[in-house]
């Protein structure tokens, strides 16, 4: 059998819907972030990146690059084993210690990436607490709804952010069945926030336990960076608290929160945690040092709030329609595929501006989109850019400003 023949045909398939994905192959550049180089079949050039999930650029901060670097030192390269066999290294419990005591939990789990983390979470919630039914918001991430999937639990899907819908559904399941409510903080496409306190409210007066996805919450929003939960402080009427350590945080890897006895729990039965290698040392020791860092400082939250609205503003003033939210994230609808790429092309080669294209299955069809994620380090002078390079080009195009 031609199984490249076969691979070929799904290829081209993609291709003519305008979904086929092309990465751009950048070089970070330690110091100069949202700058990076990039390469291609026409040599290096410079480029201003403006969709980077390092919110707020700690992947470059002294004091989380030191860190890795000096467990480096201290401990070598890879965490040497799984978490059960011979992999448990002094820096991993210092981080789950740094993550209990960030979402005020008892304790933590340590995952190789936030997908992992719900993957494993999920599916093992789902498959071993007997006739659980997972009630899960209908805009959840792929990770957790391959958890649920994976569980086979019964999934009960509920409108998107929508309370009432939750509460018909809760209340038309047993009462003696354990139910877990799903739902994230901040929905990383439409860069939506949750009814978090009707949410809790509603998921506590039908018994059910919360598990809370805060991975683009995370360092971003609440006093020390605990995500939504902490700035509404309602992170103590959580179960369990999901996040990631490579987004706003700058390093990699993932993590639940919850009460001892449910990290047990997980630590004890969950596939995805155990029988994979543990994060190298240098990365636990690098996230703790970036998670320290923002628990103190405010200082990188407010400048990005202050250049998120500074390009707000400016996309208002330009007529650039871009969906409203109160989060870090600015999607500008585009609605097609191919037009998104085509937009996305243009600003990368008429004016060094990256952002990449979004396309199915990351949102629905229909509702491509290019989305910004200004970052503390981006500059006044990046904006201006950016904007000049968005009103020449949708003066080019004939987008209508209406539909886009
Ligand atoms: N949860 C949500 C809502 C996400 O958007 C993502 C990744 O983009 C993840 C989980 C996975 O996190 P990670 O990138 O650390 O694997």
Redesign the pocket.
């Known amino acids: 059998m031609d199984f490249d023949k076969l691979f070929e045909a799904q290829i081209e398939t993609l291709k003519s819907e305008g979904n086929y994905r092309v990465f751009a192959e950048l070089e970070r550049q330690c110091g100069k972030f949202p700058k990076a180089a990039k390469h291609s079949a026409d040599g290096v050039r410079d480029v201003t990146v403006w969709c980077s999930?390092d919110y707020l650029g700690m992947g470059q901060n002294p004091k989380v690059i030191d860190a890795m670097c000096e467990a480096v030192q201290r401990c070598g390269t890879g965490s040497g084993g799984t978490r059960n066999i011979s992999g448990t290294n002094h820096d991993h419990l210092l981080l789950e210690a740094e993550l209990a005591d960030l979402h005020g939990k008892e304790a933590a789990l340590l995952f190789t990436?936030?997908?992992?983390s719900?993957w494993a979470a999920l599916s093992t919630l789902g498959s071993r607490l007997k006739d659980c039914v997972i009630l899960s918001d209908a805009g959840n991430?792929a990770?957790m709804i391959e958890g649920i999937r994976h569980s086979r639990a019964t999934k009960v899907l509920w409108k998107h952010n929508d309370v009432a819908d939750l509460e018909a559904k809760l209340k038309a399941l047993p009462a003696d069945v354990p139910k877990i409510v799903a739902f994230?903080s901040v929905y990383?496409m439409d860069g939506d926030v949750c009814p978090m306190r009707e949410i809790v409210e509603v998921a506590e007066k039908y018994g059910a336990m919360t598990y809370l996805?805060e991975?683009?919450a995370v360092g971003l929003y609440g006093p020390r960076g605990g995500g939504i939960s902490e700035r509404e402080g309602l992170a103590d009427r959580i179960t369990l608290i999901e996040g990631?350590l490579?987004?706003a945080y700058g390093v990699v890897g993932?993590y639940i929160t919850g009460s001892a006895a449910l990290c047990d729990f997980i630590r004890s039965f969950a596939s995805g945690f155990i029988f994979t290698t543990a994060l190298p040392p240098a990365v636990a020791a690098a996230a703790r040092a970036s998670i320290q860092h923002l628990k103190i400082s405010s200082f990188e939250r407010m400048q990005q709030r202050r250049q998120v609205a500074k390009l707000r503003a400016r996309l208002d003033a330009a007529g650039i329609p871009h969906m409203m939210n109160e989060s870090h994230i600015i999607p500008v609808l585009i609605k097609d595929p191919v037009k998104t790429k085509m937009l996305a092309d243009y600003l990368m080669d008429e004016w060094g501006i990256y952002v990449q294209p979004i396309n199915y299955p990351t949102v629905p069809k229909g509702t491509e989109r290019l989305r910004f994620t200004p970052s503390p380090l981006h500059t006044d002078d990046d904006i201006d850019h950016l904007m000049n390079a968005l009103t020449s080009l949708w003066k080019k195009c004939a987008i209508s400003r209406a539909v886009a």
């Open positions: 999930n990436s936030g997908y992992v719900n991430h990770s994230e990383s996805d991975v683009h990631t490579g987004k993932g």
